[in-house]
């Protein structure tokens, strides 16, 4: 189990009183310093802060059992009536309850609770517990605890409920007090001197011969952080670092104040992905179509293929082959087609529709609008390109000449 680390707050004054408990032994003696003291203390512990009893107000809410959530809209109306401020500007810490028992509240101003928190912060200190002193009082069945300090008294009358009052007016509030406790009256209040001077013991009596109740006074406690911090148990008190305040509400706060633009750019990057993914199964279809294209044209070119791996590569080879190979007087591929090539753009509306090289020798198939223009073709490829043609085949076809051709050098 960590390290605890106890800090009060003082509600006049800005320095603070703090003591570390754990499993170190030795006397446990409370410091007084400021805050900034604190900023190494913090770590591997947990931090229970007590904040000042005179600012905090303990009630009590008669409401159903219902979600967190409800119950967060559902108490300040609930207790309105017994508010001086605005609710708007307070915060509402709640209580663990069982069955349908009233629910105990904390009322503090927000700009106090700010206020605790930008100076714990400011300090480097993060606390996980924020919790009225007046919770950490001793509490026994059928027994109210008054801790006298300085100048203010400090009454848990139950174990969430309790209240902070000024000296001089402690017999009238705790009186008034018992009468509205009804049938809960204690059977005895038990009084805790606290860290007043000696002179003023004297006063005590009074207050202690003014109630109708028993009353029995403990030992002094000079040190009152030491008392609270032996008496504090989180599992009965009210954590006031509740919804804003809560520690997981600052991711909820980011996700709440950053939704919008996050949203828009997950949905940006779904869009974006999306179009990436369509662009790919494009290329994909292009490269697929371009690929069975280089097949056939390759097939074409060299029927006797069989291998049809790395195209680029075997069509190159193929035409240094031929470049390079052939009887004397033979002519490559690229210089037969560069020849007829002229006479082909030349010719009207003709269209090349298969061509084949084989043995040095070109043949062609050609669509043609008529018999007349084939025969001027054939007739410019002989005698001005000085090429031998053999004329394999010529058809008439639905007003088109359908010709093949063999073309090659003269021997």
């Not at 032996?230 to 008190?237: G, K, L, S, V």
């Not at 049809?308 to 035409?319: A, C, D, G």
């Amino acid at each position: 189990m960590p390290d605890k680390l106890f800090i009060q707050l003082h509600p006049d004054k800005p320095e603070v009183t703090w003591l570390r408990r754990g499993t170190a032994k030795g006397p446990v003696v409370s410091r007084v310093g400021s805050l900034s003291d604190l900023s190494g203390e913090g770590i591997d512990c947990r931090v229970i802060v007590f904040v000042p009893g005179a600012d905090v107000v303990l009630l009590s809410a008669n409401l159903p059992p219902m979600s967190q959530q409800r119950m967060s809209m559902a108490v300040p109306f609930a207790l309105e009536d017994q508010l001086a401020s605005d609710p708007d500007s307070l915060h509402f810490a709640f209580g663990r309850r069982s069955g349908k028992e009233p629910l105990p509240v904390v009322v503090v101003d927000h700009a106090c609770i700010t206020a605790w928190l930008s100076r714990l912060e400011e300090a480097g200190v993060r606390p996980d517990v924020l919790v009225p002193e007046i919770l950490a009082l001793p509490c026994m069945p059928n027994t109210w605890t008054v801790l006298l300090d300085v100048d203010t008294a400090l009454v848990r009358s139950g174990l969430l409920s309790g209240f902070a009052v000024d000296l001089p007016n402690l017999a009238l509030v705790v009186r008034d007090a018992l009468t509205r406790a009804g049938g809960n009256v204690p059977e005895q209040i038990r009084l805790l001197p606290g860290a007043r001077g000696a002179d003023t013991e004297a006063e005590d009596s009074p207050f202690l011969g003014s109630l109708d109740c028993k009353v029995i006074e403990g030992p002094r406690e000079p040190d009152k952080l030491v008392v609270l911090s032996t008496h504090f148990d989180e599992q009965h008190a009210i954590n006031l670092l509740q919804g804003t305040y809560g520690r997981e509400a600052g991711i909820g706060q980011i996700w709440h104040t950053w939704r919008v633009p996050i949203v828009l750019i997950m949905v940006w990057l779904m869009v974006w992905i999306g179009g990436l993914l369509m662009d790919i199964a494009d290329l994909s279809e292009r490269n697929r179509l371009l690929t069975a294209e280089i097949e056939t044209v390759y097939r074409q070119v060299f029927p006797d293929a069989r291998k049809m791996n790395n195209l680029r590569i075997r069509m190159e080879r193929s035409l240094d082959e031929h470049r390079k190979t052939g009887k004397q007087g033979a002519i490559g591929f690229l210089d037969l087609l560069g020849r007829i090539g002229v006479h082909l753009q030349s010719a009207e509306n003709a269209r090349l529709t298969h061509l084949y090289f084989r043995s040095g020798a070109l043949e062609l198939r050609l669509e043609m609008t008529d018999l007349q223009a084939f025969d001027r073709l054939e007739a410019q490829l002989t005698r001005k390109a000085g090429l031998t043609v053999e004329v394999l085949s010529a058809t008439t076809r639905e007003n088109a000449v359908m010709g093949h051709l063999k073309i090659a050098q003269p021997r």
